[in-house]
């Protein structure tokens, strides 16, 4: 069975090289019978939910095998986004979520990327969804990551110290997270 693995990149510039790293990383740990998707990103320093949308639903239908959806940042707010408002695609097997951001936050209005109240019950079917946070990340609060947990009580989630918010310390468990979740679905046929 082929599985292909959807990265959808945060904000900035920086942050697509960066997530590159994350790419070659996985693709070189995970062998062939994983396909790295990392799709650019429209104007990634002046980002809209609506071009960024349209690159992820684009991708999403292009997607023939099984899919696990990694998501960085403003990348994984996307995701959230997307499927508070679509349900979850039966391709889609899991979720890789790190660093991050709950815009409705206090301090973090940013209502474009606010995510649907009801959001949760699309996303209740998926059991297979993992959120990371460093408790070193310069950018996300902790709060927002415990938001989270308190929204989606029946997601994974790794608390890590030590890395910052590229989360690139993290890439050896998003590969033994990646071959878990292959793992179950093949138990699943």
Known sequence: MSYEILLIQGAGLVT????QVIADALKAALGNEFRIIYPPIPDADNPS???WDAVLTASLKD???KVILLGHSLGASVILK???QEPVPDKV????????????DQ??????YVIEDDFVA????????????STDDEV??????????KLLPQAHYRVFSGMDHSYHKAIPDMVADIKELATKCAGEK
Not at 93 to 104: A, E, Q, S
Not at 122 to 133: C, G, W
């Open 16 to 19: 697509t090289e960066e997530e």
């Open 49 to 51: 939910y609506q071009a």
């Open 63 to 65: 997607l023939s095998g």
């Open 82 to 84: 997307h499927f508070s």
């Open 93 to 104: 097997i899991g979720m890789i979520l790190f660093g991050v951001p709950y815009w409705k």
């Open 107 to 112: 301090n973090w209005d940013v209502s474009e």
């Open 122 to 133: 699309n996303l209740s079917e998926l059991d297979n969804i993992y959120f990371y946070y």
């Open 140 to 149: 996300i609060p902790r709060q927002q990551f415990e938001t989270y947990q």
